[in-house]
C-alpha cells in the first residue's frame, strides 16, 4: 500500500491511496477528500449514536420490564395473601355450616346416610366450550366474595332452623304423649254422660282410667307440679303445668309422691291410682285443660307411649 500526497491544487488537499497485491497485478486506488472524510466522521459518529441509543432503549425496556414483573409479583403475592385469608375464613364458616347441618339434620330425624357433610357431594354435566372462559384473578375475588356471603345467609337459615326445631322438640315434649298408667282400661271417655250418682247427664271432663288400687301413676308429659291437694270431688289430685297453657289433671289418687312446685319429667311416677274423693271405685281421673278449657285426652294420647308395664303381684 502506498499513500501519495500531491499537494494543493484548486480543490484542496487530496489523499490518494494505492493499495496493490504482492503477487498480483491488480491495483487499488482511494482518493480521500475533505469531503468524504467528513461524510465518513459523520457516518461513524451517526452509527455510534445509533448503536448507543439502542443500547441505552433496550436497557431502559428491560429496566421497564423487570419494575413491572416486581408490581406484578407484589400485586399477586398481596392478593394471594388477601385470598387465603378469605379462604381460611371459609373453611371455617364451612365447618361451622357442618356442625349446624348435622344438628339440625338429627333434630329433623333425618339419617346421616341422606345428608354427608363430611364429604363434597358428586357433580358433573356435559363440557360447554364456547360458553366457557378463563377465570381472571377478579373474578377468583368475586367468586369468593359470593362463596362468602352465601355461607352466611345459609348459616343465618340453618340457625334460625334450629331454633325452630328446637322449639318444636321441646313443644312436642311438653305435649302428654305418654299413657298415665300402664296397667287399666278406659272406663269413661270425655264428653257427655250419665252421672253414676245423680243419674243425671253431665258433661264429663276427663278420661277414667280403671286399675288396681296402688297402680302407679305417671307423668303424661314434662312440667311442674302446681297443685297437690285435697278437693271434695276430685279427692287427692294433681295438677301439672306443661307451660304454653296446658294443664294435666290427676285425681282420685291414693298416694301423691309429689309436692307443690316439684319439676317432674315425662313418664315420672308421681302417684298411685285409688278411690278418693267422688269415686265408686279404684280408677285414675285424667283431664287435659289448654288455656282452661278442658280438652278431650285421646286427642293427645293417640299416639302415646306406655310407660313400664306394672307388677300387679306387686300392687297386692
Same mark, same amino acid.
Given at each position: ?197 245423680? %243419674? ?5 271432663? @276427663?278420661?277414667?282410667?280403671? !286399675?288396681? &288400687?296402688?297402680? /302407679?301413676?305417671?307423668? +303424661? *308429659? ?69 288455656? %282452661? ?5 285421646? @286427642?293427645?294420647?293417640?299416639? !302415646?307411649? &306406655?310407660?313400664? /308395664?306394672?307388677?300387679? +303381684? *306387686?300392687?297386692?
Amino acid at each position: 500500500m502506498h499513500a501519495r500526497s500531491p499537494g494543493l491544487g484548486r480543490k484542496g488537499y487530496v489523499m490518494q491511496v494505492i493499495m496493490v497485491h504482492p503477487r498480483g497485478t491488480r491495483v487499488l486506488r482511494f482518493e480521500l477528500t475533505r469531503l468524504r472524510v467528513a461524510l465518513a466522521v459523520v457516518l461513524i459518529c451517526a452509527v455510534v449514536a445509533g448503536a448507543s441509543s439502542a443500547l441505552t432503549w433496550l436497557f431502559a425496556s428491560r429496566l421497564a420490564g423487570s419494575a413491572a414483573v416486581a408490581r406484578d409479583n407484589d400485586y399477586l403475592r398481596e392478593n394471594l395473601a388477601v385470598m387465603a385469608t378469605r379462604v381460611g375464613e371459609l373453611q371455617a364458616r364451612m365447618v361451622r355450616l357442618d356442625a349446624l347441618g348435622e344438628r339440625v339434620s338429627g333434630l329433623a330425624g333425618i339419617s346421616p346416610q341422606d345428608f354427608d357433610f363430611r364429604h363434597v357431594p358428586p357433580r358433573g354435566g356435559p363440557e360447554k366450550p364456547a360458553r366457557s372462559s378463563d377465570l381472571t384473578l377478579p373474578d377468583l375475588e368475586a367468586a369468593l366474595r359470593q362463596l362468602g356471603e352465601d355461607a352466611d345467609h345459609r348459616a343465618d337459615y340453618f340457625n334460625v332452623v334450629e331454633t325452630t326445631l328446637q322449639d318444636r322438640q321441646l313443644s312436642d315434649k311438653r305435649l302428654p304423649r305418654v299413657m298415665p298408667v300402664a296397667t287399666g282400661y278406659n272406663a269413661s271417655s270425655f264428653g257427655a254422660r250419665i252421672d253414676p250418682f245423680s %243419674g243425671r247427664r253431665v258433661q264429663h271432663d @276427663g278420661v277414667d282410667f280403671a !286399675a288396681p &288400687a296402688g297402680t /302407679p301413676i305417671v307423668a +303424661a *308429659a314434662g312440667g311442674v307440679v302446681v297443685a297437690q291437694e285435697w278437693h271434695h270431688e276430685y279427692g287427692n289430685m294433681i295438677d301439672i303445668d306443661h307451660g304454653n297453657g296446658l294443664r294435666t289433671r290427676y285425681a282420685h289418687v291414693s298416694r301423691s309422691l309429689v309436692r307443690n312446685g316439684d319439676l317432674v319429667r315425662a313418664g315420672q311416677n308421681i302417684a298411685q291410682v285409688g278411690s278418693t274423693g267422688r269415686s265408686t271405685g279404684a280408677h285414675l281421673h285424667f283431664e287435659v285443660h289448654v288455656d %282452661g278449657q278442658a280438652r278431650n285426652p285421646a @286427642g293427645f294420647l293417640m299416639t !302415646a307411649t &306406655a310407660p313400664a /308395664p306394672t307388677d300387679r +303381684a *306387686a300392687i297386692r
